[in-house]
């Protein structure tokens, strides 16, 4: 790793250090140059790497990929609720660029873990999200990766007819699934949500899952049906 990353990440924790534990920041310090070469995503180093400029040698980020997605199927210019966006909100703060050149939409983003509440336009919160969070504010709920709160953004989502876009990760959640299987699986995670997504939706909407070119696991949404 090259003296100039070495004295960005050094810039970072100086910055923000007091939001990671001793173990996590040497795990970051450790594994940035793999990364950087082979762009294996792991969320705590991809965000670091994003706010201090760098990227990996083989292309596009996950962030990327996800938000190309939003942007051609139209999703930039709403008023935007993240959810589970890491300590470092990388895709919030694209996001947030992408509207302060377009003059359209608005962004904000949810996580416990954040390291910093001021960053752009975004309106921050060093919060967990729930089914008591206000999100009258918002026509869509996103979130990339949002693992545990998953099912808490479908649900919300759904009980105030709000847009959702998810892109999930690869992780299996507790769940009731049919005894038939001894062990939970992931297509089976899979079932239950798009069974949850659909008996709480209203009438008016339809649930997709579908694959998207460049994101290792599908994208879960909700969107008004055509008339």
């Not at 294996?40 to 670091?48: L, T």
């Not at 051609?72 to 709403?78: A, V």
């Not at 377009?102 to 060093?126: E, F, S």
């Not at 069974?195 to 070119?213: M, N, P, S, W």
Request: charged share 30%; glycine share 6%.
């Amino acid at each position: 790793m090259s003296s100039e990353v070495e004295d960005k990440i050094f810039k970072y924790f100086m910055k923000y250090g007091s939001h990671y534990d001793e173990n996590c920041t040497d795990f970051i310090v450790r594994n940035m140059e793999e990364y950087l070469r082979t762009g294996k995503p792991v969320d705590v180093i991809s965000q670091v790497a994003y706010a201090i400029g760098e990227r990996p040698e083989v292309g596009e980020t996950r962030y990327d990929t996800f938000f190309e997605y939003l942007k051609q199927n139209g999703h930039l210019d709403k008023n935007i609720l993240e959810v589970s966006c890491g300590r470092y909100p990388a895709l919030a703060d694209m996001i947030d660029k992408y509207q302060r050149r377009t003059g359209v939409g608005t962004i904000a983003a949810y996580d416990p873990c954040l390291v910093t509440t001021r960053l752009g336009n975004i309106k921050l919160y060093r919060d967990f999200f729930n089914h008591d969070t206000d999100i009258s504010a918002y026509t869509l709920l996103t979130g990339l990766y949002p693992c545990h709160t998953t099912l808490n953004i479908i649900r919300k989502a759904n009980a105030e007819d709000k847009d959702f876009v998810i892109g999930l990760c690869g992780c299996i959640h507790s769940f009731n699934e049919p005894k038939v299987r001894p062990e939970p699986t992931y297509e089976g995670w899979l079932g239950h949500l798009q069974e949850v997504a659909q008996r709480t939706v209203h009438d008016d909407r339809e649930i997709v899952l579908e694959d998207v070119k460049g994101l290792k696991y599908p994208v879960i949404s909700s969107r008004r049906k055509m008339k």
